[in-house]
Structures are given as C-alpha cells and as structure tokens.
Nanobody, 120 residues
C-alpha cells in the first residue's frame, strides 16, 4: 500500500554536507509524521529527527545544530540536510512515516535505507 524510497547518501569528507530525500508513494490518505533514523554497524538504531504534518520538528542533541529536517506535503517527501558532517555520523539512514492508507490502515512504513559514510 505504501512505499518509502530514500536517496542522497554517499561518501563525504568530515565537514562536508549531504542532503537526503525520502519519497512516499502508494495509496496514502495522509502522513501524520515523518522521521529519520540511523544505524551504525554494531549499534542500535537511533532517532535523528522528526517532523509532524504541522511542520513541528525535533532533533537528537547530537545533530540539532547541524541537521535540518523538512517536508514537502505536495510530494509526500521528507528531506534531511546534513551539514558539518562528522565520522560519527556514518550510518545507514532510514526514513519512517506514520501514515494512513486510503484503505484505512494505520501503519508505520520504513524505507530501505541509504548509506552515509563520513571519512577522510
């Protein structure tokens, strides 16, 4: 019913920037909130940033002065602008959507993930 596809990951040097995108598609009635998570090898998945349908945002303390989450409801797309990247930001980044389908299902949907590697 709903699919999320991330893009924009890659290899970047410390201090560099990347912009991640995640587009939701399918028979979607509405998206209540969208979020970015990340998971490094051998570590637990952690919440990076969230944005509601009213465009309220929250950030993990480790990224709040460097990352910006945004949302385009006309495209069902969420973005994560990442500036001043650090090696500890290296992880697979996943987008998540709290949504309701046209058929009435309430679900949390995950993307496939996109790799971000910060290394000199």
């Amino acid at each position: 019913q709903a699919q999320l596809v991330e893009s924009g990951g890659g290899l970047v040097q410390p201090g560099g920037s990347l912009r991640l995108s995640c587009a939701a598609s399918g028979s979607i009635f509405g998206i209540y909130a969208m979020a970015w998570y990340r998971q490094a090898p051998g570590k637990q998945r952690e919440l990076v940033a969230t944005i509601t349908r009213e465009y309220s945002t929250n950030y993990a303390d480790s990224v709040k002065d460097r990352f910006t989450i945004s949302r385009d409801n006309t495209k069902n797309t969420v973005y994560l602008q990442m500036n001043n990247l650090k090696p500890e930001d290296t992880a697979v980044y996943y987008c998540n959507a709290d949504l309701r389908t046209v058929s009435g299902e309430r679900m949390g949907s995950w993307g496939q993930g996109t790799q971000v590697t910060v290394s000199s």
